[in-house]
């Protein structure tokens, strides 16, 4: 992970600013102390509830050996569904069974926005003002300096407030409660009156708390868990599939006009008893892989293979510009949608469905 209060009281690096950075190392533990306008609530719904940075005094009891004693992140909903072709259930879902193993890989926190732009109305001259004064723009500049932007001549402000909290060792929510009161001064007749800049949270997160030093072993230790565990529910669930398909299948007729004309009292009977014994035994979930293996699959019979094998290169060639998994190409050919490929979307038409038959 990413160096904490000390980089940040090299003074000489940023001197050009008339930034006190020595400052930071001083108050590393309490953020500017801020007071709090008329339109400055002190809580906000959407944040997590005084989310600490550093671990609390039982943390030595993980299971996880490891000598990070962990560092709150998060992780953009939008960009983690873009970049997974996930929905956001899919992802919370993969998050919790992290979080309910038995060596408690990562613990998930409240979601948040994580995100924060400043605007300074009054220009570069105000950022530089407060970032003379408030250690938590003095920190963003210092941050995004470091990521090579340079805000000298900017009246714009853009940083990721969790990954702020994190590196300088502050309680999250204390510090985005003073960020949100610094459109607010007190003057000097006791009332309060706008500073001239718009502090706004955006992009939705996942909060989680995660080691840093994790070895490659372990990495890979929690790559087979998720795999094992996600195709051992997906095993489940077609065999859940399989059983309405034949619970149906029993009490069906060939032809519809066999059951037009009278209600088939016999068969009916028979289906509520199937779905009486479905819901009343308990759900068994395999995530064993040797229970898998002596799972028997029904193999589908593949047809016009040379015809298929021609349309998924057909339709390679003509998305040349994305990258498909074989798990895409198989949704978008039978209709299914996903985040990243909806089955509405007008430049797969062609291709939509072209295998349900």
Known sequence: MLSCVKSYSKVAEFEEDGIDYAMLSEDANSPAQVSTGPDCPNNDQNTASAVSIHPTADSSEAPLACSCPGHVVAVPVEAAVQALDMTEEGIATLLCYLELHQ????????????FCTVQFYGGPGLLRQLARTNPIIAAAVAMERKKGVDHSTSNRLEFNVVELADRMGWD????????????????????YQR??????????????????????????????FLYGRVESQERT???????????????????FWHCAEEVDRARSEQLKVTLREYFEKEPTLNV?????????????????EG??????????????????????????FHGISSPCYPAQVSSVCLFVSLFVY
């Open 307 to 332: 015809q298929v094998r021609a349309d998924i290169r057909s339709f390679v060639c003509l998305h040349h510009d994305r990258n498909f998994t074989g798990r895409a190409i198989a949704r978008i």
């Open 103 to 114: 060596r408690k890989w990562i613990e998930v926190l409240q979601p948040i926005r994580a």
């Open 288 to 304: 064993s892989s040797d229970s898998c293996e002596e799972e028997e699959e029904e193999q589908v019979p593949l047809k016009n």
């Open 195 to 224: 500073t001239g800049l718009l502090a706004e949270f955006t992009d939705v997160s996942f909060l989680l708390r995660a080691p840093g030093d994790l070895t490659d072993d372990q990495l890979d230790e929690v790559s087979d």
């Open 237 to 255: 669930e077609l065999r859940q599939l399989k059983a309405v398909f034949q619970a149906l299948t029993d009490v069906s007729h060939e032809e």
């Open 172 to 191: 999250l929510e204390p510090v985005r409660r003073d960020i949100r009161a610094l459109k607010w001064k007190r003057t000097n007749t006791g009332g």
